[in-house]
């Protein structure tokens, strides 16, 4: 605040803008492309630098010989035999029995029988009445209700004035002073050539396409199928021998289970030993009412409204600068785009100050006291059908 300097501040001067001067002279549509490119004749490539491809298609059959065929000769030496001991294996001509160790030594003892030592289930019955009174239900105390507060709603009256169209921005308004302003915009004038556009290129014009020999195409052979039928046999149907072998037998022996005829004893251990223990029931912890409700109406005071302290306002002191400099007394050019092509319309009364508005049919009152109106050209539409 002390070392602030309030500088003066003068109005912002407006930019000038040039007018558009219009010329005669009409626009070059020449590039620099076409002023500087110079073309070249464009001619085929001489054979000698581009050589025909040409394809030698021998008309002979292929001879399917490898070399391996021809440079491979056979010796007429002698078979080395295998160096083999003498240990071929003779299965014994004895006939086997298929017992294991577990089937020898094994012994069945049978099932044995337990003695169950579970107490039986004493299930205490009570032959009083069930009592079906809850602490809810002996502790509640009801509440008396209020009737409910129904709204009315209130019968809709109809205004005995006309509407005025009339609204404040049209009563309060008052255009600025000032003569209409004038377009600044300069008239485009379209250019129009004589000569038409021509989609021809230079490429176009000056390109030579080669000319290409034929593609070669393959012929295929069409397929013949063999006269003779196919025999479907393999080598393991031809060479494989069955064997006329049965398979082994289980010399596993059965064991006898003994059914008793007994009848089943289902006491345990439990049931023996455990004893249920007679409880009587215990009753309800009943609490005597702590709370005490008073008999005075409440009242509605709270802690912010008791120790609220009002207290007045103080006024800060403001160092904001005057503003020393003088206003412009130019009077402000009201010369818009709005006002010159703006063009003002006639009041249209509204439909609704009338008692019978033209063009429409009174058609009845609805349940709210609204009056219905159709247009004339409806009802008459509406007549002609029926």
Not at 8 to 24: E, G, M, S
Not at 81 to 86: D, G, L, Q, Y
Not at 216 to 230: A, C, I, N, R, S
Not at 243 to 267: D, H, W, Y
Request: charged share 25%; net charge positive.
């Amino acid at each position: 605040r002390r070392d602030y300097i309030a500088h003066t501040v003068l109005p912002r001067k407006p930019k000038q803008l040039k007018k558009h001067v219009k010329t005669n002279e009409r626009m070059d549509l020449t590039s620099t492309y076409k002023q500087d490119y110079n073309f070249y004749p464009v001619s085929q490539v001489l054979p000698p630098c581009l050589p025909c491809v040409r394809r030698h298609i021998p008309s002979g059959k292929m001879d399917g010989r490898t070399t391996y065929k021809d440079d491979y000769v056979l010796w007429n030496g002698v078979k080395a035999k295998p160096i083999r001991a003498n240990d071929e294996f003779h299965p014994s001509k004895e006939k086997t029995d298929y017992r294991t160790v577990v089937q020898d030594d094994y012994l069945y003892r049978g099932p044995v029988a337990t003695r169950s030592c579970k107490p039986p289930t004493m299930v205490l019955k009570s032959k009083a009445p069930f009592e079906n009174m809850t602490n809810y239900r002996v502790n509640y105390v009801p509440c008396p209700l209020e009737k409910r507060y129904v709204h009315k709603k209130e019968k809709y009256k109809a205004n005995e004035f006309p509407l005025d169209g009339l609204t404040t921005h049209k009563m309060s308004y008052k255009g600025l002073v000032g003569q209409p302003a004038k377009l600044a915009k300069p008239d485009q004038s379209k250019l129009l050539h004589d000569l038409p556009f021509s989609s021809i290129t230079e490429f176009q014009e000056k390109y030579q396409p080669w000319r290409q020999p034929p593609r070669f195409t393959k012929t295929v052979d069409v397929y013949l199928p063999p006269l003779e039928k196919m025999d479907l046999h393999t080598t393991t149907q031809l060479h494989y021998k069955y064997s006329n072998v049965k398979p082994a037998k289980m010399c596993k022996s059965l064991a006898q289970i003994k059914r008793s005829t007994e009848p089943f004893n289902g006491s345990s251990v439990m049931k023996k030993d455990y004893k249920p223990l007679l409880c009587e029931r215990l009753k309800p912890i009943i609490h005597a009412p702590e709370l005490t409700f008073q008999r005075q109406p409440m009242d509605c005071v709270t802690t912010f409204q008791t120790d609220y302290v009002p207290r007045t306002l103080t006024v800060a002191k403001s160092f904001k600068p005057d503003c020393s400099h003088t206003k412009h007394c130019v009077p402000l050019d009201a010369k818009t785009v709005y006002a010159t092509t703006y063009t003002p319309k006639g009041i249209v009364r509204c439909l609704a100050t009338y008692k019978n508005p033209p063009g429409y049919v009174f058609e009845g009152v609805s349940a709210d006291g609204h009056k219905l109106y159709v247009p004339a050209s409806k009802s008459k539409c509406q007549q002609d059908k029926y």
